[in-house]
Each structure stands twice: as C-alpha cells, then as structure tokens.
C-alpha cells in the first residue's frame, strides 16, 4: 500500500485589524486608536485592555510596512560599504548598528564594491523601502550619491571618506596628520629615502593621505619631489603587490609609508618576492590597524584609527538630523596614533 505524503503545515493566515474589532466588538478605527501609543487616550481603559487582550488572543503584531506608508518612517537606517572583505569597515558599523539600536532602529547594509552605478542603485532601492537614514562610507569622486539623498531627501551621515563641498555632516580621520605620524616615525629612525604607496584616486582617504606624506617630508626637511609616489588602482592586497613592483622598478628608498593595511600587505608579498626584508631591508608602515596586522610577520607598524568612535559618532549624527532636519551640518575630525611594531626599523649603513 502506497504510503501518503506527509502533511503539510500550513502557516495559520496573520490577524489584521479587523478581526481584532471583531473579537473586541468595537470598530476597527477604534483598534487602530487603542494600539496606537499616540492616540490611546482617545478611547477610554475598558475599551483600551478589551482591545489588548484580543490583540493578545489572536496574536496580532503591527505591520512594518503599514506603517512605514502612513508615517514613512521605517526604523530602519541603510548602511552602505565599498568593500565588505576589507576588515576596517565591519568594526565602524558594528559600532554604528549597536548605537542606532538603542534608539531602536535596524540598519541595512549593503556592499557597492566601489561601484558607482551599484551605489546609485542601492541608494534608490533604500529609498523604496522608505529607510530613515542612510550612512555612506562609499562616497568617492563622481559618485552620485550625495545628489540622489539630497534630492531623495534622505538624512545622510558621511563617514570615515568625506567628499568636499557636500551638505551632510561627516565622521572622518585626520589622514593628513596619520600620514604625517607616520613619516615622522621613519625620519626619526634615520630614513631619508621614504616612498608612498598611495591608495586610488578620487577617494578622499588617498589624496589626504598622499597630501599628508608630501607636506610630513617637507616638513623633515627633506625633497618630496624626490620621494617615489606610486598609486594602487584599489585599496586591495593584490593591487597593493603591483604598485609595490612598480615602485621596486624605480628603487631608490628604504621605507614606504603606505595609505592602507591592505596595500601594505601587498607590499609584503611583494618585497618577499623580491628577496627583500620587511624591516630591516624596507621599512614598511600601513594605516587603519584593521585587526590581525599585529599577527602577520613581522607584526605591521601603522596608523591605528578610532573604529567604533567613528561608527558610533556617525550613528548620533544621523539620529539628530532625523530627529532634527534643520540640524546644522557638523564635521567631526577623529584623531589616529601610530602604533609602532618590527615592520620598521634604522636603515641600514
């Protein structure tokens, strides 16, 4: 005998407001006045915990999206990334997910992967499901995303990359003055041959860091038009080796100060390959201190960055300007330190 097919479970359909009138017997409008913290005192208590106990009953929860169309609010902040795989990124929204939550907002986070067009569509497709806020730490020369929130109307928080001229607050780091902590460091080892490798263009981390490193040599004392620059296409392990190649081509120096622990991974791999030392052959120093630097070997000397200040910062900025519309635009300016471990050391006689 053939055997049957097990049963299926079939969800029990969701109450609505209509069948809590109907177990309370009063009119949905009532319902919707008793549930609703702002207007609860428009009916009176009886009525209130009649309303209550059937909403109880029947295992009544509010629509989201409901009420997300009536008040468009959505407790809901969108978070957007350019590298999900880059380790400095989920400490800062970590930080910023756990203070929106304490004000009672889920964030949404997507990866743009430094795509513009990827960005622009996330941005519309965060606007469609009506999101409070959006915090951007994509932003980069040529993005339209400053535009689309402005036109959109979407409070926005620039954070940890700033664009120059645009009307949202912003979290960001002092790259100029890491840069500069960073080349103070080689000179006061005895460095006087200092290249950077610096990150892609048209992003606000890269230029205010290849900036810090030109006014730090010049301030040491020294030509910074005779210190090799050399530009990675992407803050990636893989164009970090390529642009330390090219550097090695051009020779001539015994430290690089690179704008970016993923660079300066690269800069490993490629040294090593070149049969060079990190440290005592190429005094290496990166920037971020995204964690496990201190693990690879030798342990990386870098520029360390305030993680969950900057996540958090931004997460208060954008609940003011939420909260607040006509909040004056604030720029807050983080504070980086050099952390010093064996990717450097004197250079050689």
């Known amino acids: ?171 960001t780091n002092d790259d100029r003055h890491g840069m500069a902590l960073a080349v103070e460091h080689l000179v006061a080892l005895g460095h006087r041959r200092i290249a950077h490798l610096a990150g892609p263009s048209g992003i606000s981390t890269a230029v205010d860091r290849r900036s810090g490193f030109r006014s730090a040599v010049r301030a040491a004392g020294l030509d910074p038009d005779l210190m090799p620059i050399m530009a990675a296409d992407a803050y990636t392990i893989e164009a970090g080796r390529c642009a330390m190649e090219r550097l090695l081509e051009l020779g001539g120096f015994t430290a690089v100060a690179v704008a970016n622990d993923l660079l300066a991974l690269g800069a490993y791999d490629a040294l090593g390959a070149a049969g060079l030392r990190v440290g005592p052959d190429v005094s290496v120093t990166g920037f971020n201190d995204m964690p496990f630097v201190d693990r690879i070997s030798p342990p990386l000397t870098t520029i360390r960055i305030q993680h969950a200040e900057m996540g958090g910062r931004a997460a208060g900025l954008l609940l003011a300007a939420i909260t607040e519309p006509a909040t004056s635009r604030t720029d807050i300016l983080l504070q980086p330190k050099l952390v010093v471990r064996h990717s450097t050391a004197a250079p050689e006689a």
């Open 1 to 171: 005998m053939p055997r049957r097919p097990p049963a299926l479970s079939v969800e029990p359909p969701r109450a609505t407001i209509a069948d809590v009138a109907r177990a309370a017997g009063v009119h949905p409008s009532t319902v919707s006045r008793a549930l609703n913290p702002d207007t609860r005192a428009m009916v009176t208590d009886a009525v209130a915990v009649r309303v209550a106990e059937a909403a109880e009953q029947l295992g009544w929860r509010p629509s989201m999206l409901a009420a997300g169309l009536r008040t468009r609010r959505s407790r809901t902040i969108g978070i957007l990334v350019p590298d999900l795989v880059n380790p400095v990124f989920p400490p800062i929204v970590h930080a910023a997910e756990v203070r929106l939550a304490e004000a009672g907002y889920a964030t949404l986070v997507a990866n743009t992967d430094n795509d513009p067009d990827r960005e622009a569509m996330m941005i519309e497709r965060m606007a469609g499901h009506l999101v409070d806020g959006l915090m951007l730490a994509s932003a980069a020369k040529g993005s339209q995303a400053v535009d689309l929130c402005r036109r959109r109307r979407i409070p926005t928080v620039l954070i940890n990359r700033r664009l120059p001229g645009a009307e949202f607050s912003a979290v």
